[in-house]
């Protein structure tokens, strides 16, 4: 949220805290983020790029109804999910 708009950290944190009381919070088990890890070569994924493809992990786990997003590059990672995808 800070990047392009230049918020300030407390009302990122403001607005974050805000919009995330109603999300269904899952965690990945070891397992599931080092098969994450080991497939990424493969799977094209490197760099900070590694956290989208988590993120997506996540969402696939809750089984999401929608991500939103500005990052082109969750498509790249879920094209099964691209009509979930909004901004």
């Not at 994450?36 to 493809?53: C, T, V």
């Not at 991500?67 to 691209?82: G, V």
């Amino acid at each position: 949220l800070s990047g392009r708009l230049r918020l300030d950290p407390q009302t990122v944190s403001d607005v974050l805290l805000h919009n995330t009381r109603k999300l269904k919070l899952v965690d990945l088990t070891g397992a599931e983020y080092s098969r994450l890890l080991a497939d990424s070569p493969k799977n094209g994924i490197r760099g900070g790029a590694i956290f989208d493809a988590l993120h997506v992990a996540a969402a696939r786990k809750a089984s999401a109804k929608r991500l939103l997003t500005l990052d082109q590059d969750f498509y790249s990672f879920a094209p099964d999910l691209a009509h979930r995808l909004g901004k």
